[in-house]
């Protein structure tokens, strides 16, 4: 059984002023296996960012199904719903959302309190996590005392800590530099690698290339996928672009 | 651009931000009108004509400045909380091509817009509402309402000015920050990145000294003299400890809490403990605000309330009688007044001026305060000094007290006493230990007393009465009395109870007043004669009484119009700031309910420590408030304590209403729904 199924996701919106609808999704349907590292690409206004919102239980779709590990997301009772996405999903942002009234070790450990965990298990969990991410020394400091890489890392760390079954990742690159953004998905491969399964929405064909398929959407519905099979970085970075060229020139048909 | 343009565009901005503007606009409204209402009392040429009227005119005067000066400095903080919200639209503004000489226009529009609204707004509730003040005034005076409804040019031209340079200063205030700002710092001023605050051990020792001083002041100060010297450095200490408290002291405390892992490491703790300490540091000095001004509030409407309230009591006590006549003689060298030559001069003159005399009666009497426990009281002020209250002793002998009371003259020895109002089982007066102490021994603790001033008017004290042997024993009191320096009169105290109205009893008070010696002559050998009448203590305690009770209404009014307002620009920038963080939190996995719950315990401590603060130190200036209403002979120690808890139980709902109401704008804020991810 896949871990996430998503079929025939559809989304209208209707605009708050004159009742004009809008279709954010028209019809989506994928799978997402355990231990996979997917992207999502599109362009702005694709729809990506509603589909993320929907997978991540913040917004509920018009039409269609979600399940995560067989349970249908949109028939959780509203009081249940924090905690399982505490439990279940991890986030990452693309402008981080850390808490800047929290140390960077308290940022991390916020899912945890919010779930009751005792100071003991959390110590527990946080020392092996810290020191894999890179972030051990930076525990005490603040998030405006370290770089946006840092400040990446620690949201990662955050994401991580509730040893979640998915993690979304909205644009995660979106705010670094280069060298971040370079260190950053080596940090998400080698998560992949020992069997976290990351979902990830961005622009950006370096982070895509990074990953272990690519589903691009336009219009609202998943217009074409690419699997990177025995590719290099660098050969997936190519036909990743490809596509995408087919896609803005306008490729009617599906791929 | 056209002409019309930034007129438009001031109307529409400050719309825009009515959330900010309109209680900006209110607190203007409200300044004005109260300032209009005080400086209009102050210089009301109906209310000068009339002599009761005379503290309250003197209070008004002092009002007016504590009024200019609050307005003063409170716009400019009302203004600059405004300007700091709107910092990101003006940058916006300037990005998108205006220049800072059409930001300043536009400012200046919204300055003319503000003060037409402002100043025309409040001088038009000033002057209905001075309608509503009088009245209220002359009913807390006891004075007959007059008709008529009154503007005073005066009063207007005075607020006219002043109101005009305060928003004048405001305007250039606001047009430097926009000269000197460059749009991207404009654009980013309101989320500068806040440090988290450090503890500052100085800040916080120096806290916790001036704060237990000031309490120490409170509690240790032994009478009214000495609580009225030490008052305003006990009140510096305090405003000072206060605010240590709120900065340093309270940062010390919520790191303290965060050490200990166990506690700090739960969700609602979590967030408010982390959240505090956050807020604490920009927002200490707000905090630190509303309890000073929450503090004097109440301290005044109390102290005042009491004043007004005992005062009945005070007058009871120094007007026997609808007419005092004092008799002072030194009978080392006089033989004292003809007693039945002076009541028939009395009557004649009472006679001659239409009324006529229902009752006279008087009796002979000396007195002193003196301060002491247990049975002994000290002459000197050394001695004095060492125990906590004065008492004003009165010493009257036995034919007299038969006389008034109607019984049989009672059997004393010459040590002998029957008291009132103590109940000490012998009495003794020392000076400096050096002479012979003066002692009796109490045969009767009486329970009534027959009402006579006993020349307390002015004394400050708890009234005692001592009823001895003879007159030889009052003049051996006196005599003993004199070592203290001062030689001590005896007097005799005429009570006399007149037909005439309350207008004319006051009138032949007054006209007593003008008394020449020359018309009482054959009336014996004496010195002075003092004059009082009912209807003119009755005048100046209500004057006086009234006149405070006025002025604290009046700036109480004020001072919490300051308070709600401050609450209120705290609520919603705090929601704000708060909503991005719970937004945040509900990402990562916090539910509506757990969010709602930690805001509650969050705004509740933070509005309502201010509060707690503000009445522990109304707790402990009420033993102070006791010891200067004692100054003006307020000795009801009950009434005082009901005032305090009464003002103090009405202020605490006010707040909480203000609160609630604010807190729901609050939420409101802060639970927009989320953007998405």
């Given at each position: ?255 | ?535 003119s203590i009755y005048a100046e305690n209500y004057g006086l009484a009234g006149g405070f009770l006025f002025l604290g209404v009046f700036l109480g009014v004020l001072f919490m119009m300051a308070t709600v307002l ?112």
């Open positions: 059984m896949a871990l996430l199924e998503v079929s025939n996701l559809k989304k209208i919106y209707t605009t708050r002023f004159g009742g004009q609808q809008v279709q954010a999704l028209t019809d989506v349907t994928f799978s997402v296996e355990e231990g996979e590292f997917i992207a999502i690409m599109g362009e702005s206004g694709s729809g990506k960012t509603t589909l993320l919102n929907i997978l991540a239980a913040l917004d509920k779709p018009t039409n269609g199904v979600v399940k995560l590990e067989g349970r249908n997301l949109t028939e959780i009772r509203e009081r249940e719903m924090a905690a399982f996405r505490r439990d279940n999903l991890g986030f990452v942002f693309q402008d981080f959302n850390l808490l800047d009234t929290f140390s960077i070790q308290d940022n991390i450990l916020l899912p945890l309190v919010l779930s009751g965990k005792s100071p003991r298990e959390m110590e527990q969990r946080l020392a092996p996590l810290s020191e894999k991410l890179g972030i051990r020394d930076l525990l005490k400091k603040f998030p405006y005392e370290v770089s946006g890489g840092q400040k990446q890392r620690t949201a990662i760390a955050r994401a991580m800590i509730t040893n979640p079954r998915l993690i979304l990742a909205d644009e995660p690159t979106g705010a670094l530099d280069s060298k971040a953004t370079d260190e950053l998905l080596t940090l998400f491969a080698a998560v992949n690698r020992e069997g976290q399964t990351i979902l990830m929405v961005t622009h950006s064909v370096t982070a895509a290339s990074r990953s272990g398929r690519v589903l691009f959407i336009k219009d609202g519905q998943v217009f074409h996928q690419l699997y990177r099979g025995e590719d290099t970085d660098r050969q997936f970075y190519q036909r990743i672009t490809d596509t995408l060229t087919l896609l803005t020139t306008g490729g009617g048909s599906r791929g | 651009m056209a002409k019309s343009f930034f007129p438009k565009l001031a109307a529409q901005s400050i719309l825009l931000n009515r959330r900010f503007y309109f209680p900006y606009l209110l607190t203007i409204i409200g300044t004005v009108a109260g300032f209009y209402n005080i400086d209009a009392i102050a210089t009301d040429p109906g209310m000068a004509d009339m002599p009761r009227a005379v503290y309250v005119m003197t209070f008004a005067f002092i009002g007016v400045y504590i009024t200019g000066l609050f307005a003063l400095l409170f716009l400019f903080y009302t203004n600059s909380f405004l300007m700091k919200r709107r910092t990101r639209e003006l940058g916006l503004y300037n990005i998108l091509g205006m220049g800072k000489r059409h930001i300043a226009l536009l400012l200046i529009w919204e300055s003319v817009y503000t003060a037409l609204i402002g100043i025309g707004g409040g001088l038009c509730a000033g002057i209905l509402l001075y309608k509503l003040v009088t009245l209220a005034l002359y009913r807390i005076l006891h004075l007959d309402v007059p008709f008529g409804f009154t503007i005073q040019p005066q009063a207007v031209f005075t607020t006219l000015v002043l109101f005009g340079v305060i928003l004048l200063l405001t305007l250039l205030h606001n047009l430097r920050r926009i000269t000197f700002a460059n749009p991207i710092a404009l654009l980013h001023g309101e989320n500068m990145g806040e440090r988290e605050p450090k503890t500052r051990w100085i800040l916080t020792i120096l806290g916790i000294a001036s704060l237990s001083g000031g309490y120490a002041i409170a509690l240790m100060t032994r009478d009214s003299m000495e609580a009225l010297a030490f008052y305003f450095l006990a009140v510096i200490l305090v405003i000072i400890g206060t605010y240590c408290l709120f900065t340093a002291v309270s940062i010390a405390v919520l790191k303290l809490l965060r050490k200990n892992k166990k506690f700090y490491y739960k969700t609602t703790h979590f967030i408010g403990i982390s959240g505090m300490l956050y807020r604490m540091k920009r927002n200490a000095v707000g905090l630190a605000n509303i309890c000073i001004l929450s503090t004097m509030v109440l301290v005044m409407l109390s102290g005042t309330l009491s004043l007004y309230l005992g005062i009945e009591d005070v007058i009871a006590q120094q007007a026997p009688s609808d007419l005092l006549l004092n008799i002072y003689y030194n009978p080392d060298e006089q033989s004292g007044p003809d007693i039945p030559g002076f009541q028939e001069k009395v009557r004649q003159r009472v006679e001659e001026l239409g009324q006529s005399v229902t009752r006279l009666e008087g009796n002979y009497s000396t007195d002193f305060s003196a301060s002491g426990q247990d049975g002994v009281y000290a002459l000197d002020y050394e001695g004095a000094a060492r125990y906590s209250s004065l008492t004003v002793f009165t010493f009257l002998t036995a034919q007299d007290y038969a006389a008034l009371t109607g019984q049989a003259v009672p059997e004393l020895a010459a040590d002998e006493a029957l008291v009132y109002g103590i109940g000490d089982d012998s009495l003794t007066f020392t000076y400096l230990g050096e002479t012979q102490p003066l002692s009796f021994r109490v045969r009767e603790t009486l329970s009534d007393f027959p009402a006579i001033s006993g020349g307390s008017y002015g004394n400050v004290g708890r009234p005692a009465m001592v009823v001895v042997r003879d007159m030889d024993t009052l003049l051996a009191i006196r005599q003993m009395y004199s070592v203290t320096g001062s030689l001590h009169s005896i007097q005799y105290e005429f009570r006399v109870d007149l037909t005439g109205t309350a207008e004319e009893q006051y009138q032949l008070g007054q006209s007593f007043l003008d008394i020449d010696a020359a018309d009482f002559t054959g009336t014996g050998e004496w010195d002075v004669l003092r004059c009082n009448s009912y209807e401050i609450i209120y620009y705290k609520q919603i920038s705090e929601g704000y700031e708060d909503r991005q963080r719970f937004q945040i939190m509900e990402k990562v996995g916090l539910d509506q309910r757990d969010i709602r719950r930690s805001i509650n315990s969050q705004v509740l401590t933070v509005f309502f420590l201010p509060l707690l603060v503000a009445a522990l130190h109304v707790a402990f200036d009420f033993r102070l408030m006791l010891q200067l209403l004692q100054i003006f002979s307020i000795t009801n120690t009950a009434l005082t304590a009901l005032c305090s808890l009464g003002v103090l139980a009405v202020f605490i709902l006010l707040y909480a209403a203000v609160f609630s109401l604010t807190a729901k704008i609050y939420y409101r804020i802060v639970s927009r729904p989320a953007d998405g991810i």
